[in-house]
Protein backbone atom coordinates (compact mmCIF):
# COMPACT_ATOMS: atom_id res chain seq x y z
CA UNK A 1 0.00 0.00 0.00
CA UNK A 2 1.68 3.51 -0.82
CA UNK A 3 0.54 5.98 1.84
CA UNK A 4 2.36 9.70 2.34
CA UNK A 5 4.26 9.01 5.92
CA UNK A 6 1.80 10.94 8.75
CA UNK A 7 1.90 11.94 11.81
CA UNK A 8 0.66 9.45 14.82
CA UNK A 9 0.87 9.40 18.29
CA UNK A 10 1.61 6.24 20.73
CA UNK A 11 -1.59 5.32 21.39
CA UNK A 12 -3.29 7.45 24.11
CA UNK A 13 -6.60 7.63 25.59
CA UNK A 14 -8.07 10.90 27.62
CA UNK A 15 -7.02 10.39 31.23
CA UNK A 16 -3.51 8.74 30.64
CA UNK A 17 -0.80 8.96 32.54
CA UNK A 18 1.73 11.81 31.70
CA UNK A 19 4.32 9.59 31.11
CA UNK A 20 2.48 7.91 28.28
CA UNK A 21 1.71 11.19 27.13
CA UNK A 22 5.18 12.46 27.05
CA UNK A 23 6.31 9.68 25.34
CA UNK A 24 7.70 10.53 21.39
CA UNK A 25 5.93 10.85 18.46
CA UNK A 26 5.81 7.29 16.29
CA UNK A 27 5.72 8.29 12.53
CA UNK A 28 4.66 5.70 9.62
CA UNK A 29 6.93 2.93 8.92
CA UNK A 30 8.97 3.19 11.87
CA UNK A 31 9.38 0.23 14.21
CA UNK A 32 10.59 0.48 17.70
CA UNK A 33 11.56 -1.35 20.95
CA UNK A 34 8.92 -2.85 23.75
CA UNK A 35 8.32 0.58 25.94
CA UNK A 36 6.40 1.41 29.46
CA UNK A 37 2.98 0.09 29.17
CA UNK A 38 -0.01 2.78 29.06
CA UNK A 39 -1.87 3.15 31.98
CA UNK A 40 -4.90 5.77 32.42
CA UNK A 41 -5.13 7.87 35.63
CA UNK A 42 -8.31 6.36 36.02
CA UNK A 43 -7.30 2.75 36.71
CA UNK A 44 -4.23 2.56 38.00
CA UNK A 45 -2.36 -0.82 38.47
CA UNK A 46 -2.24 -2.37 42.23
CA UNK A 47 -1.43 -5.87 42.70
CA UNK A 48 -4.48 -6.52 44.46
CA UNK A 49 -6.54 -5.17 41.51
CA UNK A 50 -4.46 -7.53 39.08
CA UNK A 51 -4.89 -10.36 40.65
CA UNK A 52 -8.68 -10.48 41.65
CA UNK A 53 -8.89 -8.77 37.55
CA UNK A 54 -7.59 -12.25 37.12
CA UNK A 55 -9.84 -14.99 38.85
CA UNK A 56 -12.23 -13.22 37.47
CA UNK A 57 -10.91 -13.72 33.83
CA UNK A 58 -10.43 -17.11 34.65
CA UNK A 59 -14.09 -17.74 36.48
CA UNK A 60 -17.40 -18.85 34.78
CA UNK A 61 -19.57 -17.47 36.60
CA UNK A 62 -19.49 -14.18 34.59
CA UNK A 63 -21.28 -16.42 31.84
CA UNK A 64 -24.85 -17.03 31.65
CA UNK A 65 -24.76 -20.90 32.15
CA UNK A 66 -21.54 -20.77 33.94
CA UNK A 67 -20.03 -22.55 30.96
CA UNK A 68 -17.75 -20.22 29.82
CA UNK A 69 -14.85 -17.28 31.17
CA UNK A 70 -12.79 -14.89 29.32
CA UNK A 71 -10.37 -17.69 29.20
CA UNK A 72 -12.64 -19.83 26.87
CA UNK A 73 -11.57 -18.03 23.91
CA UNK A 74 -8.43 -15.91 25.24
CA UNK A 75 -6.07 -19.36 26.72
CA UNK A 76 -2.98 -18.47 27.33
CA UNK A 77 -1.96 -21.78 25.96
CA UNK A 78 -3.09 -20.36 22.57
CA UNK A 79 -1.08 -17.44 22.29
CA UNK A 80 -4.72 -15.73 24.35
CA UNK A 81 -6.46 -16.93 21.23
CA UNK A 82 -8.98 -20.18 21.22
CA UNK A 83 -7.32 -21.20 17.79
CA UNK A 84 -10.09 -21.20 15.99
CA UNK A 85 -11.45 -19.58 13.00
CA UNK A 86 -14.49 -18.20 14.03
CA UNK A 87 -14.43 -17.82 18.44
CA UNK A 88 -16.36 -19.85 20.35
CA UNK A 89 -19.57 -18.89 20.86
CA UNK A 90 -22.60 -19.72 23.86
CA UNK A 91 -23.97 -23.02 23.37
CA UNK A 92 -26.41 -23.35 20.45
CA UNK A 93 -25.05 -20.36 19.12
CA UNK A 94 -22.43 -19.24 16.85
CA UNK A 95 -19.76 -16.40 16.69
CA UNK A 96 -19.16 -14.61 13.13
CA UNK A 97 -15.32 -13.45 14.08
CA UNK A 98 -12.07 -14.86 15.03
CA UNK A 99 -10.98 -13.85 18.70
CA UNK A 100 -7.88 -11.85 18.32
CA UNK A 101 -5.23 -12.15 20.89
CA UNK A 102 -5.07 -10.38 23.91
CA UNK A 103 -1.12 -10.03 24.05
CA UNK A 104 -0.17 -6.19 24.06
CA UNK A 105 -3.74 -5.37 24.11
CA UNK A 106 -2.84 -2.47 26.64
CA UNK A 107 -1.46 -0.11 23.20
CA UNK A 108 -4.24 -0.65 21.35
CA UNK A 109 -6.24 2.51 20.61
CA UNK A 110 -9.64 1.08 20.00
CA UNK A 111 -10.61 -2.61 20.58
CA UNK A 112 -12.36 -5.68 18.56
CA UNK A 113 -12.06 -5.89 15.04
CA UNK A 114 -14.46 -2.69 14.53
CA UNK A 115 -13.11 -0.69 16.85
CA UNK A 116 -16.64 -0.04 19.18
CA UNK A 117 -14.51 0.43 22.07
CA UNK A 118 -11.63 2.75 23.55
CA UNK A 119 -10.79 1.08 26.68
CA UNK A 120 -9.96 -1.99 28.06
CA UNK A 121 -12.49 -1.15 30.53
CA UNK A 122 -15.46 -0.99 28.47
CA UNK A 123 -14.14 -3.98 26.24
CA UNK A 124 -13.99 -6.54 29.42
CA UNK A 125 -18.06 -6.04 29.31
CA UNK A 126 -18.89 -6.84 25.89
CA UNK A 127 -18.42 -10.37 25.64
CA UNK A 128 -20.00 -11.02 28.77
CA UNK A 129 -23.30 -8.74 27.67
CA UNK A 130 -23.07 -10.31 24.28
CA UNK A 131 -25.65 -13.37 23.42
CA UNK A 132 -24.05 -15.20 21.37
CA UNK A 133 -20.27 -15.08 23.44
CA UNK A 134 -20.76 -15.01 27.40
CA UNK A 135 -24.60 -14.17 27.30
CA UNK A 136 -24.72 -12.49 31.00
CA UNK A 137 -26.80 -9.85 32.41
CA UNK A 138 -24.32 -7.74 33.71
CA UNK A 139 -26.77 -6.48 36.62
CA UNK A 140 -27.24 -10.10 37.72
CA UNK A 141 -23.59 -10.51 37.54
CA UNK A 142 -23.22 -7.78 40.21
CA UNK A 143 -25.32 -10.13 43.36
CA UNK A 144 -23.53 -13.22 42.10
CA UNK A 145 -20.34 -11.60 42.69
CA UNK A 146 -21.65 -9.96 46.22
CA UNK A 147 -22.82 -13.26 47.26
CA UNK A 148 -19.25 -15.00 47.11
CA UNK A 149 -17.42 -13.35 50.13
CA UNK A 150 -13.77 -13.64 49.11
CA UNK A 151 -14.98 -11.36 46.19
CA UNK A 152 -17.03 -9.20 48.37
CA UNK A 153 -13.46 -8.68 50.62
CA UNK A 154 -11.46 -8.09 47.63
CA UNK A 155 -13.38 -5.27 45.67
CA UNK A 156 -14.27 -3.51 49.17
CA UNK A 157 -10.40 -3.54 50.17
CA UNK A 158 -9.61 -2.23 46.51
CA UNK A 159 -12.69 0.16 45.96
CA UNK A 160 -13.55 0.95 49.56
CA UNK A 161 -17.26 -0.65 47.93
CA UNK A 162 -19.40 -3.06 46.82
CA UNK A 163 -18.93 -5.21 43.19
CA UNK A 164 -20.11 -3.14 40.40
CA UNK A 165 -20.33 -3.66 36.56
CA UNK A 166 -17.58 -1.15 36.25
CA UNK A 167 -15.50 -2.11 38.50
CA UNK A 168 -15.30 -5.86 37.61
CA UNK A 169 -14.35 -4.48 34.22
CA UNK A 170 -11.94 -2.23 35.61
CA UNK A 171 -9.98 -5.20 37.15
CA UNK A 172 -10.11 -7.29 34.37
CA UNK A 173 -8.61 -4.71 32.18
CA UNK A 174 -5.76 -4.48 35.28
CA UNK A 175 -4.89 -8.12 34.47
CA UNK A 176 -5.18 -7.35 30.65
CA UNK A 177 -2.61 -5.30 30.37
CA UNK A 178 -0.15 -7.36 32.14
CA UNK A 179 -0.40 -9.65 28.86
CA UNK A 180 2.87 -8.19 27.39
CA UNK A 181 4.82 -9.34 25.07
CA UNK A 182 8.43 -8.14 25.60
CA UNK A 183 12.27 -8.20 25.25
CA UNK A 184 11.65 -10.10 21.33
CA UNK A 185 14.55 -10.76 18.93
CA UNK A 186 12.83 -7.71 17.30
CA UNK A 187 13.51 -5.15 20.15
CA UNK A 188 16.93 -6.43 21.12
CA UNK A 189 17.92 -5.99 17.31
CA UNK A 190 16.43 -2.37 17.47
CA UNK A 191 17.75 -2.03 20.77
CA UNK A 192 21.46 -2.57 18.81
CA UNK A 193 21.93 -6.39 19.24
CA UNK A 194 22.82 -7.14 15.41
CA UNK A 195 22.81 -10.41 16.11
CA UNK A 196 19.63 -10.92 17.29
CA UNK A 197 18.50 -11.37 14.13
CA UNK A 198 19.45 -14.30 12.01
CA UNK A 199 20.58 -13.69 8.26
CA UNK A 200 17.11 -14.89 6.40
CA UNK A 201 15.29 -12.74 9.09
CA UNK A 202 17.31 -9.16 8.39
CA UNK A 203 16.65 -9.69 5.06
CA UNK A 204 13.17 -10.37 5.77
CA UNK A 205 12.81 -6.93 7.85
CA UNK A 206 14.06 -5.41 5.08
CA UNK A 207 10.99 -6.72 2.82
CA UNK A 208 8.64 -5.99 5.95
CA UNK A 209 10.08 -2.10 5.69
CA UNK A 210 10.43 -1.57 2.02
CA UNK A 211 9.32 -3.86 -0.92
CA UNK A 212 6.59 -5.60 1.12
CA UNK A 213 5.45 -2.06 2.34
CA UNK A 214 4.02 -4.03 5.89
CA UNK A 215 5.40 -1.16 7.49
CA UNK A 216 2.85 1.42 6.19
CA UNK A 217 0.67 0.02 8.44
CA UNK A 218 2.37 -2.19 11.30
CA UNK A 219 4.59 0.04 12.78
CA UNK A 220 5.53 1.22 16.60
CA UNK A 221 5.88 -0.25 19.34
CA UNK A 222 3.24 -2.59 18.70
CA UNK A 223 3.25 -3.35 14.70
CA UNK A 224 -0.02 -1.24 14.03
CA UNK A 225 -1.45 1.98 13.01
CA UNK A 226 -5.00 0.94 14.33
CA UNK A 227 -6.64 2.13 11.61
CA UNK A 228 -9.34 0.45 9.71
CA UNK A 229 -8.95 -0.76 5.70
CA UNK A 230 -10.77 -2.22 3.89
CA UNK A 231 -9.01 -5.42 1.99
CA UNK A 232 -11.69 -6.87 0.53
CA UNK A 233 -10.83 -10.24 2.20
CA UNK A 234 -12.81 -13.12 1.24
CA UNK A 235 -15.77 -14.30 3.12
CA UNK A 236 -14.98 -17.82 5.03
CA UNK A 237 -16.71 -20.55 3.06
CA UNK A 238 -17.37 -22.14 6.26
CA UNK A 239 -19.87 -19.68 7.26
CA UNK A 240 -21.55 -19.10 4.02
CA UNK A 241 -24.74 -20.85 4.91
CA UNK A 242 -24.47 -21.15 8.51
CA UNK A 243 -27.63 -20.14 9.94
CA UNK A 244 -26.74 -19.67 13.22
CA UNK A 245 -24.16 -17.30 11.91
CA UNK A 246 -26.62 -15.55 9.76
CA UNK A 247 -28.62 -14.74 12.87
CA UNK A 248 -25.27 -13.94 14.74
CA UNK A 249 -24.71 -11.63 12.14
CA UNK A 250 -28.38 -10.24 11.14
CA UNK A 251 -28.45 -9.67 15.00
CA UNK A 252 -25.63 -7.25 15.43
CA UNK A 253 -27.14 -5.38 12.66
CA UNK A 254 -30.11 -4.91 13.82
CA UNK A 255 -28.67 -3.79 17.47
CA UNK A 256 -26.55 -0.29 15.50
CA UNK A 257 -30.13 -0.16 13.34
CA UNK A 258 -28.81 -1.19 10.10
CA UNK A 259 -32.21 -0.96 8.27
CA UNK A 260 -31.55 -4.01 6.39
CA UNK A 261 -30.43 -5.82 8.67
CA UNK A 262 -33.09 -8.91 7.54
CA UNK A 263 -31.25 -9.31 3.98
CA UNK A 264 -27.34 -8.96 5.46
CA UNK A 265 -25.10 -11.64 3.53
CA UNK A 266 -21.46 -10.17 4.64
CA UNK A 267 -19.98 -8.55 7.36
CA UNK A 268 -19.98 -4.95 6.90
CA UNK A 269 -17.13 -4.23 9.50
CA UNK A 270 -16.55 -0.83 11.19
CA UNK A 271 -19.81 0.52 8.96
CA UNK A 272 -22.01 -0.93 11.76
CA UNK A 273 -19.95 1.27 14.27
CA UNK A 274 -19.55 4.61 11.87
CA UNK A 275 -22.45 4.76 9.81
CA UNK A 276 -20.16 6.00 7.23
CA UNK A 277 -20.40 3.78 3.68
CA UNK A 278 -16.40 4.64 3.19
CA UNK A 279 -15.57 2.29 6.19
CA UNK A 280 -17.93 -0.50 4.55
CA UNK A 281 -16.42 -3.81 5.47
CA UNK A 282 -13.02 -2.38 7.79
CA UNK A 283 -11.52 -3.84 9.79
CA UNK A 284 -8.66 -3.01 12.79
CA UNK A 285 -5.03 -3.21 11.32
CA UNK A 286 -3.65 -6.00 14.19
CA UNK A 287 -0.74 -6.62 15.81
CA UNK A 288 1.79 -8.92 14.55
CA UNK A 289 3.67 -9.04 17.63
CA UNK A 290 3.24 -13.27 18.41
CA UNK A 291 1.69 -13.72 15.03
CA UNK A 292 3.56 -16.93 14.76
CA UNK A 293 1.28 -18.40 17.47
CA UNK A 294 -1.88 -16.87 16.37
CA UNK A 295 -3.71 -18.51 13.67
CA UNK A 296 -6.33 -18.36 11.69
CA UNK A 297 -6.01 -15.08 10.80
CA UNK A 298 -7.91 -12.04 9.46
CA UNK A 299 -11.31 -11.46 11.33
CA UNK A 300 -13.28 -14.17 9.64
CA UNK A 301 -10.27 -16.85 10.31
CA UNK A 302 -10.46 -17.55 6.44
CA UNK A 303 -6.39 -18.13 6.28
CA UNK A 304 -4.42 -20.74 8.43
CA UNK A 305 -1.24 -19.87 7.63
CA UNK A 306 1.41 -17.37 7.20
CA UNK A 307 1.71 -18.10 3.71
CA UNK A 308 -1.86 -17.65 2.72
CA UNK A 309 -1.77 -14.32 4.50
CA UNK A 310 1.73 -12.92 2.68
CA UNK A 311 0.13 -14.49 -0.82
CA UNK A 312 -2.94 -12.25 -0.13
CA UNK A 313 -0.59 -9.43 0.03
CA UNK A 314 1.27 -10.04 -2.57
CA UNK A 315 -1.28 -10.20 -4.84
CA UNK A 316 -3.02 -6.95 -3.68
CA UNK A 317 -5.60 -8.04 -1.49
CA UNK A 318 -8.70 -9.73 -2.44
CA UNK A 319 -10.83 -9.00 -5.44
CA UNK A 320 -12.02 -5.55 -5.83
CA UNK A 321 -9.37 -4.04 -3.38
CA UNK A 322 -8.46 -0.60 -3.95
CA UNK A 323 -6.40 -0.07 -0.81
CA UNK A 324 -3.40 -2.83 -1.43
CA UNK A 325 -1.71 -3.13 -4.48
CA UNK A 326 0.48 -6.09 -6.17
CA UNK A 327 3.80 -6.18 -4.80
CA UNK A 328 5.86 -8.89 -7.07
CA UNK A 329 7.59 -10.61 -4.28
CA UNK A 330 9.39 -13.58 -5.36
CA UNK A 331 9.55 -16.62 -3.58
CA UNK A 332 12.80 -16.44 -2.45
CA UNK A 333 11.69 -12.91 -0.85
CA UNK A 334 8.44 -14.22 0.52
CA UNK A 335 10.68 -17.00 2.39
CA UNK A 336 12.75 -14.56 3.52
CA UNK A 337 9.57 -12.34 4.73
CA UNK A 338 8.00 -15.20 6.78
CA UNK A 339 11.17 -16.10 8.48
CA UNK A 340 10.90 -12.51 10.08
CA UNK A 341 7.35 -12.42 10.94
CA UNK A 342 8.19 -16.36 12.75
CA UNK A 343 11.25 -15.65 14.29
CA UNK A 344 11.65 -11.68 15.06
CA UNK A 345 8.15 -10.90 16.88
CA UNK A 346 7.94 -13.60 19.59
CA UNK A 347 8.88 -12.00 22.88
CA UNK A 348 9.65 -13.54 25.89
CA UNK A 349 7.01 -16.53 27.53
CA UNK A 350 4.27 -15.04 29.35
CA UNK A 351 4.29 -17.25 32.48
CA UNK A 352 0.33 -17.36 34.20
CA UNK A 353 0.00 -19.22 36.99
CA UNK A 354 -3.73 -20.10 37.09
CA UNK A 355 -5.59 -18.99 40.15
CA UNK A 356 -7.79 -20.64 42.58
CA UNK A 357 -11.41 -19.62 42.26
CA UNK A 358 -13.34 -18.76 45.34
Not at 139 to 160: C, G, H, T
Not at 273 to 287: A, D, G, S, V
Not at 298 to 321: A, P, R, Y
Request: with cysteine; aromatic share 12%.
Amino acid sequence: MVRDKKFFWIPAFAGMTMLALLLPPVFAGELEPFKEVPIPAHNLQTPEKIELGKKLFFDRRLSGDGTMSCATCHDPEQAFTDGLDIALSYPTTKNWRNSPTLINVAFQKYLFHDGRTGTLEEQALFPMMSAFEMNQNLDFLEEEIKQVPEYAEAFNKIFNGEPTKERIGMVIASFERTLISGNSPLDRYLNGDKKALSEKARKGLGIFTRKGKCADCHFGVNLSDDRFYALSVPENPALLNDPRVISTMRFVAKVYKFKEYRTLKEDPGRYLITRNMFHWKEFKTPTLREISRTAPYMHNGVFNTLDEVIEFFNQGGGKGSTVLKPLGLSADEKKYLKAFLIEALTGDEIIIKYPELP
